[in-house]
T-cell receptor, first 116, second 116 residues
Framework: DSGVTQTPKHLITATGQRVTLRCSPR?????VYWYQQSLDQGLQFLIQ???????AKGNILERFSAQQFPDLHSELNLSSLELGDSALYFC???????????????FGEGSRLTVL | DQQVKQNSPSLSVQEGRISILNCDYT??????FLWYKKYPAEGPTFLIS?????DKNEDGRFTVFLNKSAKHLSLHIVPSQPGDSAVYFC???????????????FGKGTKLSVKP
């Protein structure tokens, strides 16, 4: 158990709909990351938050948005869903940013999104 | 443009022998390299890392080698055990501006099967 909690574990929805994925980081971790894993693809970095502020952005579509709340949990919002958005979405957390840190991230079990 | 590449989708090894998983990267500015292991229905878990200023890091049965001139790293598992059967992801980290921890860029993974 990594200590990172993601809900829901599975989600089935239709094209054009909007969903919200939720992540609770490990206790004390200030950084939250979102990754997408599509079929036969590696983990694609979407976005990183640190203590409520956006820190880095990857290949995140404009239809997707995220935020980190004062209690440090994070939500990833996916809108106008398309078939190609079907994927595993992972949340990860890490301790307060450390200069020279080794970059170990602690991953949740993922939320599997199926768009029909 | 894939910055981190794992060209072997799968690898099969006999129990007790050495497993060698390879990874190539294109960005010479990466600061750290990491290996993650992923079992089905679980999130990736951190295995071992290496700083870009080192060429070898060892942790028990796991050793990571870094060849900066070739932009290549490898993970050696000796001896391999059936419980090592999993998908292994290579990842690279770019520190954020100011030296703080950045996001990880992952390869597509190599599925290792260790046969008894």
């Amino acid at each position: 158990d990594s200590g990172v909690t993601q809900t829901p574990k599975h989600l089935i929805t239709a094209t054009g709909q909007r969903v919200t994925l939720r992540c609770s980081p490990r206790s004390g971790d200030l950084s939250v990351y979102w990754y997408q894993q599509s079929l036969d693809q590696g983990l694609q970095f979407l976005i990183q938050y640190y203590n409520g502020e956006e820190r880095a952005k990857g290949n995140i579509l404009e239809r997707f948005s995220a935020q980190q709340f004062p209690d440090l949990h994070s939500e990833l919002n996916l809108s106008s869903l398309e078939l190609g958005d079907s994927a595993l979405y992972f949340c990860a957390s890490s301790p307060a940013t450390l200069a020279g840190g080794a970059g170990e991230l602690f991953f949740g079990e993922g939320s599997r999104l199926t768009v029909l | 443009d894939q910055q981190v590449k794992q060209n072997s989708p799968s690898l099969s090894v006999q129990e007790g022998r050495i497993s060698i998983l390879n990874c190539d990267y294109t960005n010479s500015m990466f600061d750290y390299f990491l290996w993650y292991k992923k079992y089905p229905a679980e999130g990736p878990t951190f295995l071992i890392s290496i700083s870009s200023i080192k060429d070898k890091n060892e942790d028990g049965r796991f050793t990571v080698f870094l060849n900066k001139s070739a932009k290549h790293l490898s993970l050696h598992i000796v001896p391999s055990q059936p419980g090592d059967s999993a998908v292994y992801f290579c990842a690279a980290e770019l520190m954020n501006y100011g030296g703080s921890q950045g996001n990880l860029i992952f390869g597509k993974g190599t599925k290792l099967s260790v046969k008894p």
